[in-house]
C-alpha cells in the first residue's frame, strides 16, 4: 500500500513542480536556519568534561571587607593566595588543583625559530589526573614537585609538534623566560569547550600549550594573564610583582566522588571561613559556594546571549515556513478535492485518503530535510568565516544529523495534518456532481 | 471597490485565509523586531570612543628576558619611536579605547561610604591626552611632576604611605556629571580605596573604557598619573596622519626591533582595527538578522504567490462570469488586490500585538529597551507592499481570463 501511495505523492508532486518545489524550499530554509543556530548552540552549552563534570567542584568563600555587603551577595569567583594555599593543603577534597593562566616566552634551541609567546597554566599536581588530561608521552608532575618548585613543563601535542616534529621530548630541556625547564609530559589534543576551568581568558577554543608548576611561576615572576579583583588597599600588581593579599586571582577545582563528600566539603568550606573569622583575616559571616562544572558554567551565563537570540529568531522563522506550507498544502489536496471525492466513492476510506497525503507531505519533508542539511552545513560554513572565539567550533556531529532529520520530517507531517484531515472532510457525492 | 464580496468570499475559505494572515502576523512581528536589533547594533557600533581614530597606532612588544630597568627601557623605545618619520606623538598607555583588556577602579565619594558610587576605568600613562586626540574641556592635562611610579605606588598602597601615591587625576565630562550633576567638578575628590583622595584637574570631553560593553557606562573614564615599566600587557599609543599608518607601522616596528633583536612583537594593529575586532560580533548579528528579515520576506511573498495563484486557477470560471458579465480587467485586478490588502490589513493587526508580545519576551530575559512605536509602521509597510508585489502576478493573470471562459464547461 505504502509503495502505492508514494507513488500517488510523487505523480502529484510532479504535476505541479513549482509549488512542490515551494514547499521544499520553505522546509528548507526554515530547517537549514534553525539547525544552523541549534548546532551553534550546541556545541557552545556541551559538557567539557563529559563523564566527569558531576564530580568537579568549584569552591567560593568570601574573604573581603565588610564594605559593600550584603545578604545573598555571591563571594568573588576567585581565591586570594592565602585561602588558595590553605586550601589546597587542607586535602579535603578526593583532588584539588590550583590554577590561574599566563602567557611565558618559549626560546627555541634550534636558530631557525624565533622566540614566540604561548599560553601557559601554572597550577598544582592534582590537575592532570582530576581532569582526566590524555597524555601521549609521559605524564605531570607530583605533588612534591610543587613544593620544589620544581622547573617541570608539561607540553601540549601541537608545541611538541612545533619544536621536537612531534618525537617523544619527554627527558628533553626547554628553555622558557630566560630558564630551563624539563619536560616531563606530553599531552595528547586535549582542549576543552567551554574553557570551564578559567572562563577569564576566554571561554570558548582557548587551549594552553604549557603547563607549570604554580609555585614555579611564582617563584620565577612569570607574567599572569586574567582577572584581578582587589578590596581595601590592594593593588592588581603588575610585571614582577604578585597580587596583594586583598585581592583574589586564583581558580581552585576540587574532586569529590559522591554527594555525601560534596556535602561534607560545603561544610568544611563553611568551618574554615568561621575559622578565618575567628582569627581575624575575615569579616564576613561564612559564605560560601560550591557548584560543579555545568552549574558553575550556567552560573557565569557562558553561552552568549546573542546565540540564544540567533536560536530564537532561527525558530521563529522556521515556524512561518511552515506555516506558509501548510497554507500551500491545504490549497493544494483541496484543488484535488475532485480526485479524492472519485477514490472515496471507489472505495478507499477516510484512513486510507489520510495516510496518502500524509505520505504526499512526508515526501516533502524527506526532501526539504535533505535541503535543510546541506543550507545547515552552509550555514555552519558561514558562522565558522566569522572572527569570534566559538565559530571554528560549529560543525555538524552525527547527533545533529539525525536531530535535522527528525526535525524535518516530523515538521512537515505535523504541517501535513491539517491540510490532509481537512481534505479527507470532503463528501464524495458533492464532489462526484461537478465532474 | 466593494469589500463585501470579498469577505464572503474570503469566509468560504476560512482555514486557508487565516493561514495567510497567520503567516503575514508572524512574519511582521518577526520583522519589526529584527530591524529594531539592528538599528540596536548599529548604534553600538557607532559608539564615539573621543579619540582621533584614523590616526592611532598600537603596538604592543615582549621581552623573552627581563633585563634592566623597565622605566628606563621605556624612556628608550619612547625615544625610539619619536625619530620615526611621520610619528607625530607616542605614548605607552595600560589599556586602550575598546581594546577589551582593562583596569578599573570603584570610586567613592565619601571614604566611609559603605557601597562604591560607581566602577571607572583607569588610564594610566604620560602623554596620553595629547597622543590620542582626546580634548580637554576644563582645567589642565596632567603634568610631569604629578607622576609617580607604578612599583613606587604599589609600595605606597601597602605601607599607608600616601606621599608617594598620585595625588590628581582627569575625568571625562559624563562621570563629571554623574558624580556632581550641575556643578563645577575641578578641586573635587575622588576616592579609589578609603586612603587614596585624588583631585580632579581637568575635565575631558570624552575618552570611551577599553570594555565599553554598556553604552550608559562607557564614558566612565578616570586618568591617572602613574607611569608604567616595560610589561607586556602594556601598549604604545603612536599618532600619525591617517594616510601614513601603515607606513609609521611598519617603520616603528623596525625601529623597536632594531633596538632589541630578542624581544617578540604580540600586538600590531590601526584603532580602525581595534574598533572592528571589538564590535565584531555585533556586526555579524546585525548581517544576520538582515538575512533572516530578507529570507522571511522571500518566504512570505512565495506563500502568498503560491495562494494567490491556487485561488485564481479556482476561481477561473467565477471570473469570467464576472467579465461576461460586464466586468472590467481592471476591476478583476483590483478585486484580488484588494483581497490581499485586507489580509494583510489583518495579519498586520495581529503581527502589531505579536510584535509587542515578542519584544517584552526580549525584554526580560536579553535586557532589550521597549521597542519604540516607530518600529511598527516599518513592519506594516513592509508587509503591504510584500503583499502587494506578490499579488500583482497572479492578479494580473486573472484580470487576463478572457470572458468567454464562462461559456465553458457549463
Known sequence: MFAYYLDLALRSLKRNKALTALMVLAIALGIGASMTTLTVLHVLSGDPLPGRSGEIYYPQVDPQDIRGMYPSKEPPKQLTLIDGMNLLHAKRADRQALMTGGDVPIQPQQSALDPFYVEARYTTADFFPMFGTPFLYGHGWNAADDEAKARDVVISRKLNQKLYGGANSVGRTLRMAGTTFQIVGVLDRWQPNPHFYDLNTGSYAYGEQVFLPLQTMMDLHLDRNGSTDCWGNGGGGTGTILPSATCVWLQFWVQLDNP??????KQFLVHYSEDQKALGRYQRAPNVRLRNVMQWLD???????????QTWLAFGFLVVCLVNTVGLM???????????????????SRQALFAQLLVESGVIGLVGGLGGMLLAMFGLWLVRQRSSDYAALAHLDPSMLLT?????LCATLLAGLLPAWRACQITPALQLKTL | MDILPILSTLRR???TAWLLILEIALTCAIVCNAVFLIGQRLQRMDMPSGVAEHELLQIQVADVVKNGNPYARVQEDLAVLRQVPGVQSVAFSNQVPFGASSSNGNVLLDPNQPQRTLNATTYFGENLVPTMGTRLVAGRDLRPDDF????????????????????VTLITRTLAERLWPGQNPLGRLIYLTPTVGLRVVGVLASLVRPNAYDAATAQYTMVIPLRMGADKGMSYVIRTLPQDRARVLAASLAALKKADPQRVVTTQRTFDEVRRRFFRDDRAMAGMLVGVIAALLIVTALGIVGLASFWVAQRRRTIGVRRALGATRANILHYFQTENFVLATLG????????YGINLFLMTHYELPRLPAVYFPVGAVALWLIGQLAVLGPALRAAAVPPVVATRSV
Do not use: C, Q, W
Not at chain 2, 609617580?148 to 595625588?167: E, I, Q, Y
Open chain 1, 260 to 265: 555525601l563528600k560534596a556535602a561534607a566539603y
Open chain 1, 299 to 309: 552560573h557565569n551565563g557562558v553561552v552568549p546571549d546573542d546565540v540564544r537570540l
Open chain 1, 330 to 348: 491545504l490549497a493544494k489536496f483541496l484543488r484535488r478535492a475532485s480526485e479524492l471525492g472519485v477514490r472515496r466513492a471507489l472505495g478507499a
Open chain 1, 404 to 408: 535535522t532529520f527528525l526535525l524535518a
Open chain 2, 13 to 15: 475559505h476560512k482555514l
Open chain 2, 148 to 167: 609617580v611610579d607604578v612599583d613606587t605606588a604599589l609600595k605606597g598602597l601597602r605601607n599607608g604611605d600616601s606621599k608617594s601615591l598620585p595625588h
Open chain 2, 348 to 355: 498586520i493587526a495581529l503581527g502589531m500585538v505579536l510584535a
